[in-house]
């Protein structure tokens, strides 16, 4: 297995397009003036372009659900790149994610999912029980992964973020690990980022952590008050919910770094 170090490689620096301009030895008049910052201006820009359609159809997510947060997220890394330091430890996140999510995620999908496909019996409360903790896996791991990095380029933009236990402020990446997944979603939700609390059932995740259920024959989950059904597609509708987030996140990231610097994450 390649170490932190050779991985490093396989990412590069963001790259600066092309800035290379003619020079002109007579006097320009305000019209020619202004023709030149246009013509400036558009040399600045970059020269690489990002698939999103192919990009969503790879997520398997519908190009509209990365479209809706393409608007917040790209001035969020814009003024979040400026802060030094901010590109490295979102590196070191993603080298991370890279190494153990998307791996043992990739694992975990095709130990459950690729049995349910082979029609290998499963009792209806063995399929609630895959059900709860595949959600589980993923909210932990991908969901906090993006949780983290939304707060994290927050942070960078100047909002403080409290640990209140160790009154201590958030300063680093790491930092974002001793807090709980309540306090990231509230502090993301304060400042324009309800999607994320939208996505997560947090009743959900925290009965299955805790195993605070009750399951029936039929494979019905019910947990404070609340009943998800197979029958009525629940389980369906909360993983597709917690997916289109993570997936419409991590395309919007992906389409931002590679139209501008020529790096993708993928």
Known sequence: MESPEDLLEL?????????????SNTKPSKRNSMARR??????????????????CKQAQIEPEVAKA?????????????????????????VQE????????LHFLNSLFFEKVKLNVELDPREHSIIFLVHYLISVESFFS???????FALVAQHHDLADFFRRTYVERMSDLEDLSLADRLRFLSRHGWEEAEQAVDRNLRNSSA?????LREDGTIVMAGTTLSIERDDFNRKSEALRDFIYGFWVA?????????GLGFV
Request: with cysteine.
């Open 11 to 23: 990412i590069p620096a963001p790259r600066t397009p092309d800035t290379t301009f003619g020079t």
């Open 210 to 214: 805790h195993a605070n259920y009750e």
């Open 253 to 261: 990231l992906n389409k931002f770094f590679v139209e501008r610097y």
């Open 38 to 55: 246009i013509c400036l201006r558009d040399r600045l820009r970059p020269r690489w372009t990002f698939d999103l359609e192919d990009a």
């Open 145 to 151: 992964d993006v949780v983290d990095i939304l707060c």
């Open 69 to 93: 947060l393409i608007p917040k997220l790209e001035p969020l890394l814009e003024s979040a790149m400026k802060k030094e330091g901010f590109y490295d430890q979102l590196l070191n996140r």
């Open 97 to 104: 994610m890279r190494m153990f999510t998307l791996n043992n």
